[in-house]
């Protein structure tokens, strides 16, 4: 089973909108961190936000924000006041830290912001 | 700050042929480990470690090889390419605490022809 589903391949935003990638994920574990990196064309992976499963609030960097809802074992991240240079493809993954303590990865969302 | 370190950047590779992809790290961090990226797969982890002298598979080992002798380097070795290994490859990096993102390298584009 996949540990981390990405189910939008590709999505479109208009310049100054905002816009949710969505993630889902599966564990058992009780203790895990939801993570989400975005990787330009340039290829790099760059970190963006992180929530940890206890945490009550939900987690924000700048623009970036992470709706979690554990319930439904969602992670969705919320980019606000979309810019050009927010286009790049956008991972989810999800670290369990009692079972393995390594990252595992969705397949990704690729998002065009349209001026 | 160089962070993580890939060598090499491109690489072109007959099927068969053998090659090493470099690793290196400046973190001290205990954690390192391999994936390859292909299009619409995201990322796949192939071979991690949880410290020196200390390696074990991820989703997809077959075909690949790794050793950890320093907690600096972490080699991931092809033994006979084929071009199902076509892929982008990353080596990332991370400490063992809670709450602390995976580092990465910048890539390796490898095309077996």
């Known amino acids: 089973a996949q540990k981390i589903t990405q189910t939008q391949p590709g999505m479109f935003v208009q310049e100054k909108e905002a816009v949710t990638l969505d993630c889902t994920y599966d564990?058992?574990?009780?203790?895990?961190?939801l993570f989400w990196y975005k990787q330009p064309s340039s290829g790099e992976m760059i970190f963006l936000i992180y929530?940890?499963?206890?945490?009550?609030q939900n987690a924000t960097e700048g623009r970036y924000s992470l709706n979690f809802q554990k319930a439904r074992k969602s992670a969705n991240l919320v980019i606000s006041a979309s810019q050009l240079g927010d286009s790049a493809m956008y991972f989810c993954?999800?670290?369990?830290?009692?079972?393995?303590?390594?990252?595992?990865f969705g397949t990704g969302t690729s998002l065009t912001v349209i001026p | 700050n160089a962070g993580v370190t890939q060598t090499p950047k491109f690489q072109v590779l007959k099927t068969g042929q053998s090659m090493t992809l470099q690793c290196a790290q400046d973190?001290?961090?205990?954690?390192m480990s391999w994936y390859r990226q292909d299009p619409g797969m995201g990322l796949r982890l192939i071979h991690y470690?949880?410290?020196?002298?200390?390696?074990d598979q991820g989703e997809v080992p077959n075909g690949y090889n790794v050793s950890r002798s320093t907690t600096e380097d972490f080699p991931l070795r092809l033994l006979s390419a084929a071009p199902s290994q076509t892929s982008v490859y990353f080596c990332?990096?991370?400490?063992?605490?809670?709450?602390?993102?995976?580092?990465f390298g910048q890539g390796t584009r490898l095309t077996v022809v």
């Open positions: 990332a990096s991370s400490s063992p605490d809670r709450g602390t993102e995976a580092f």
């Open positions: 564990t058992s574990d009780p203790s895990y961190g």
């Open positions: 929530q940890g499963s206890y945490d009550q």
């Open positions: 993954a999800m670290r369990e830290f009692n079972t393995g303590n390594q990252f595992y």
């Open positions: 973190m001290n961090h205990e954690y």
């Open positions: 470690s949880v410290g020196a002298g200390i390696t």
